[in-house]
């Protein structure tokens, strides 16, 4: 099987490629905004596709602010504050565009003939590289909170 997305080497440059931190900020920058939303995204992508291998993988990678998909709400809410509903929809849909081609180009790195390979491929990959990336999101975004949000205010003027 391809190793996708291992976690020792294309964990951190992934989640860094998806932050996209550094993109500087123009007005009303929505693919700022929206490179900041996408690895939350990401993150419940992942958290919905492993919460039924595992009923404790929701509290397992929890933060401060709950599970995932409550850090995926929170990222949401902080990035959109102050748009207009056609400016937050655009950045939104491509935060969403770019978590849903990660998740599912991941998963198809599982497909399997065998319907209980690929699940048990799926399954391990919950338990390793997909339990990392979500704590490491929750650890990156608690960590530099008020770094994210003047970035986000830069990117929202």
């Not at 440059?13 to 500087?24: H, K, N, R, S, Y």
């Not at 902080?78 to 655009?90: C, F, G, Q, R, T």
């Not at 338990?127 to 929750?138: C, K, L, M, S, V």
Request: hydrophobic content about 50%.
């Amino acid at each position: 099987m391809r190793k996708l997305l291992s976690a020792s080497r294309t964990w951190p440059a992934a989640f860094v490629l998806l932050a996209a931190t550094g993109i500087p900020a123009v007005a009303k920058d929505l693919n700022a905004l929206a490179a900041f939303v996408a690895p939350a995204y990401t993150a419940m992508n992942f958290a919905v596709v492993c919460a039924p291998h595992d009923p404790v993988f929701l509290a397992q990678t929890s933060g401060p602010r709950g599970t995932a998909l409550a850090y995926a709400e929170h990222v949401k809410d902080e990035a959109i504050v102050s748009l207009s509903d056609e400016e937050a929809a655009v950045a939104l849909k491509a935060a969403a565009d770019v978590a849903r081609a990660t998740a599912l180009q991941t998963l198809r790195a599982f497909d399997a003939q065998d319907r209980a390979t690929e699940q048990a491929r799926i399954a391990k990959w919950c338990e390793g590289d997909a339990r990392q990336f979500i704590r490491a999101f929750i650890e990156h975004h608690d960590t530099n909170h008020e770094t994210l949000l003047s970035r986000l205010e830069q990117a929202r003027q």
